[in-house]
């Protein structure tokens, strides 16, 4: 099931800088994007989120952008820091499917002093 | 600032054994999943539950599966007979079904080994 994949499974960024990752998915059916953040044994912390009729939400340092005709979204964070590393879920919700989620693979964000 | 809570933490099982596992959802929340990530894995959905009922199914969620509110403030995810393979992090997450119905907000996770 690659319905929605994060291509790079890891990202180096030096604080203070943009750090911008990345999700593609495969279904027009999807009608919500979340973004989760997640330590190791706990479960995904919920981000931020974009529904498919916009393209860019934004939250403090967070920000969304959908490209629906590229079936391709992004996250970025500015500026970066050390506490912002973790593994980044990207998720889309199907339409009218009782909510489900489909999870990409995560990216490991590291992010240096 | 509520949260969903998750018990136990971790279980250990033998294969064939039946096991339980227990949330208590964000007090106002309607909606309520369940999910699990195998090791090295993706986080996969497996059930979710509106209304008393279960809205939609996996194929993972097979008749070894069953989901329960039996009060008003947990929700169980009940294996049968559990396999090898059900070794995993389950997720248990739930949304308020207003406005925010999108955001699904997790619990910590329940670590099942299957011996």
């Known amino acids: 099931d690659q319905q929605v994949k994060q291509n790079s499974p890891s990202l180096r960024v030096q604080e203070g800088r943009i750090s911008i990752l990345n999700c593609d998915y495969t279904?027009?059916?999807?009608?919500?994007f979340l973004w989760y953040k997640k330590y190791p044994a706990e479960g995904p912390t919920f981000l931020i989120s974009i529904s498919s009729i916009k393209d860019k939400n934004e939250d403090g340092r967070f920000t969304v952008f959908l490209n629906k005709s590229a079936k391709h979204l992004s996250l970025h964070i500015v500026p970066s820091q050390p506490g912002d590393s973790a593994v980044y879920f990207c998720a889309a919700r199907f339409y009218n499917q009782g909510g489900k989620l489909i999870f990409g693979q995560g990216t490991e964000l590291s992010v240096k002093p | 600032e509520p949260e969903v809570t998750q018990t136990p933490s971790h279980q250990v099982t033998q294969m064939g054994q039946e096991v339980i596992l227990r949330c208590v959802p964000i007090s106002n929340h309607l909606y309520f999943y369940w999910y699990r990530q195998i090791l090295g894995q993706k986080v996969e959905f497996l059930v979710s539950?509106?209304?008393?009922?279960?809205?939609?199914k996996s194929e993972i969620f097979d008749d070894q599966f069953s989901v329960e509110r039996p009060d008003g403030s947990n929700f169980t995810l009940k294996i049968r007979s559990t396999k090898l393979e059900d070794s995993a992090m389950y997720f248990c997450?739930?949304?308020?079904?207003?406005?925010?119905?999108?955001?699904?907000?997790f619990g910590p996770g329940t670590r099942l080994l299957v011996l």
């Open positions: 539950f509106y209304n008393n009922e279960i809205s939609e």
């Open positions: 279904n027009s059916m999807f009608d919500y």
């Open positions: 997450a739930s949304s308020d079904g207003l406005a925010n119905q999108e955001t699904q907000y």
